[in-house]
């Protein structure tokens, strides 16, 4: 959920770019802009905006692991060699 600690108009956004932009960068937090007042546009810096993006990647892998993990313990796994026999089968790939 996006902080709404940071709420600014467009309009201010505007015609403080630069400052905005420091700002951001120092605290890697976004920016809600508003039109009309009301909330219609999020400003993040790049980088800050990359290393979330990278945190929303890892958090998918450990729910991809944990699902994994509950299906071979219902017993809906197989043998790695099986699969791996398999897709060795399926791309033609030699030994």
Do not use: C, W
Not at 27 to 39: D, E, F
């Amino acid at each position: 959920m996006i902080s709404l600690d940071d709420i600014q108009s467009l309009t201010d956004f505007k015609r403080h770019t630069a400052k905005f932009l420091k700002k951001m960068k120092r605290s890697k937090g976004p920016v809600v802009l508003t039109i009309n007042g009301r909330a219609k546009i999020v400003v993040q810096d790049a980088r800050a905006y990359q290393e979330m993006l990278e945190r929303v990647e890892r958090a998918e892998t450990v729910v991809a692991l944990k699902q994994g993990i509950e299906e071979f313990e219902r017993g809906e796994g197989r043998p790695a060699r099986e699969a791996l026999e398999e897709l060795r089968r399926k791309h033609a790939i030699s030994r």
